[in-house]
């Protein structure tokens, strides 16, 4: 799979962080989204705006496509981004699972 295979809203996820749109950032997820990063979780748009705010956007992420490769489930990605800014730092996956064209949820580690 390649970066012209990316599904939509991983494309609106990492675009909306690269332009710092937190409003588009949010929009791109579902209303019920859940996501859980090292084990900190964050439910629903509102909690992703709290991810937002305190470790993406909020401290100047970059995401740089790496890979992307389909899940265990026809709806879910795992996504390697290489991440930069004033936060984490590195490279490495993301798993999304979407629906009805938004991320239904996030799981990064």
Same mark, same amino acid.
């Given at each position: 799979?390649?970066?012209?295979?990316?599904? $939509?809203? *991983?494309?609106? #996820?990492?675009? &909306?962080?690269?332009? &710092?749109?937190?409003?588009? #950032?949010? $929009? &791109?997820?579902?209303?019920? $989204?859940?996501?859980?990063?090292?084990?900190?979780? #964050?439910?629903?748009?509102?909690?992703?705006? /709290?991810?937002?705010?305190?470790?993406?956007?909020?401290?100047? /992420?970059?995401? %740089?496509?790496?890979?992307? %490769?389909?899940?265990?489930? /026809?709806?879910?990605?795992?996504?390697?981004?290489?991440?930069?800014?004033?936060?984490?730092?590195?490279?490495?996956?993301?798993?999304?699972?979407?629906?009805?064209?938004? *991320? &239904? /949820?996030?799981?990064?580690?």
């Amino acid at each position: 799979m390649t970066s012209t295979d990316l599904p $939509a809203p *991983i494309q609106t #996820f990492i675009d &909306a962080t690269n332009r &710092a749109d937190s409003d588009a #950032f949010v $929009a &791109a997820f579902t209303e019920d $989204a859940y996501l859980n990063d090292w084990g900190r979780e #964050f439910h629903g748009r509102d909690g992703v705006r /709290s991810w937002d705010r305190t470790d993406n956007i909020g401290v100047q /992420s970059h995401f %740089e496509l790496v890979a992307v %490769e389909r899940g265990t489930d /026809s709806d879910s990605y795992v996504v390697t981004l290489t991440v930069s800014g004033n936060g984490f730092n590195g490279t490495g996956p993301m798993t999304f699972r979407l629906r009805d064209g938004l *991320i &239904a /949820s996030l799981r990064i580690s």
